[in-house]
Nanobody, 124 residues
């Protein structure tokens, strides 16, 4: 069974940076497209970034506007989310998710396994 463990969430000031990590327990890591989603209190879960199984394709939520970068190290079964120029509105719980199949996807309903989430807090 695939399991995901996120880390890297912290409290930072506006303009700061963080790198979130998600370690995936699966011997077939490249068979899974991966995504990062976030959910703030009172808001719906939204796509932050997604990456294909091989890592050659990425996609981002409209609000990202070049500030975040998703990547994956298939040798380490790990997907990363680099967050730069953080804003107070980026504060949320960030979730890593795995989708069966290597093709990229941005809808939460397409992902079958979710991590427990990591909290990102941004102060102004």
């Amino acid at each position: 069974q695939v399991q995901l463990v996120e880390s890297g969430g912290e409290s930072v000031q506006a303009g700061g940076s963080l790198r979130l990590s998600c370690v995936v327990s699966s011997v077939a890591f490249t068979a899974y497209a991966m995504g990062w989603f976030r959910q703030a209190p009172g808001k719906e879960r939204e796509i932050v970034a997604a990456i294909s199984g091989t890592g050659d394709k990425t996609d981002y939520g409209d609000f990202v506007k070049g500030r975040f970068t998703i990547s994956r190290d298939n040798a380490k079964n790990t997907v990363y989310l680099q967050l730069n120029n953080l804003k107070p509105e980026d504060a949320a719980v960030y979730y890593c998710a795995a989708k069966r199949g290597p093709l990229i996807a941005t809808m939460a309903s397409q992902y079958i396994v979710w991590g427990q989430g990591t909290q990102v807090t941004v102060s102004s």
